[in-house]
């Protein structure tokens, strides 16, 4: 048996076993994230029962599948604020160039947001647009699923009041920051009830690494 080369050897010691999954995330909630205390009071009790998140994958593998190019939008809904630790409902749509990698992703997302989820209802293919500009302004849509439009807050306040954000994004984000919902639509369908807010300061969006 020929023995390794020590340069070879220490390659492979220092290769890593997966490449990272990296990617832009964006969701919207029913309730605002940034506000003052009778605000999110008010609120908690009321609404914030329902979230639209969204994945748009800029490189890495899941069980060994390439990731890169792949996009998903996931409706999350619930009895209960999602503060709670209530039973949850969601239904999610993926955009993937094969069933292999939409497999991949679905995987991927259920480990990294299992608890988020609840029970998945259904899961889907199809289109998803995910665009973001470098001004902090994103717009996702799945025909005739869920849509949102984000952009940044002026200034950065949140980052400048960090005591009025409210919450946290329900999944874990480098350079979190909370955005301004221009526009946020569910169609309706096996997670729950339509839904559509605007005009409020309840998103948060930044990067991810799985």
């Known amino acids: 048996m020929r023995k390794m080369s020590l340069i070879a050897l220490l390659a492979l010691i220092a290769s890593p076993a997966f490449?990272?999954?990296k990617g832009d995330y964006v969701e919207v909630r029913t309730a605002s994230v940034y506000a003052g205390a009778c605000h999110y009071n008010g609120e908690l009790v009321t609404t914030g029962r329902d979230a639209i998140m969204a994945w748009s994958i800029v490189e890495g593998e899941h069980n060994g599948v390439g990731l890169a190019g792949a996009r998903a939008v996931a409706v999350v809904s619930s009895q209960a604020n999602l503060i709670e630790d209530q039973a949850r409902k969601?239904?999610?749509?993926?955009?993937a160039a094969s069933d292999a990698?939409?497999?991949?992703?679905?995987?991927m997302l259920k480990e990294q947001a299992g608890a988020t989820f609840g029970t998945v209802v259904t899961v889907k293919r199809g289109p998803v647009t995910?665009?973001?500009?470098?001004k902090g302004a994103y717009t996702v849509d799945a025909s005739n699923f869920?849509?949102?439009?984000?952009q940044a807050m002026p200034d950065e306040a949140c980052c400048k009041q960090p005591s009025d954000v409210c919450y946290e994004p329900l999944t874990?984000?480098?350079?979190?920051?909370v955005g301004f919902t221009a526009d946020a639509r569910y169609a309706g369908g096996a997670a729950g009830e339509r839904w559509h807010r605007a005009g409020e300061n309840s998103a948060f969006y930044g990067t991810f690494e799985r």
């Open 19 to 21: 490449a990272a999954v």
């Open 146 to 150: 869920a849509s949102m439009s984000v």
């Open 172 to 177: 874990k984000l480098t350079g979190r920051k």
């Open 101 to 107: 990698q939409a497999d991949a992703l679905v995987a």
């Open 130 to 134: 995910f665009k973001r500009d470098d």
């Open 90 to 95: 969601s239904e999610i749509v993926v955009d």
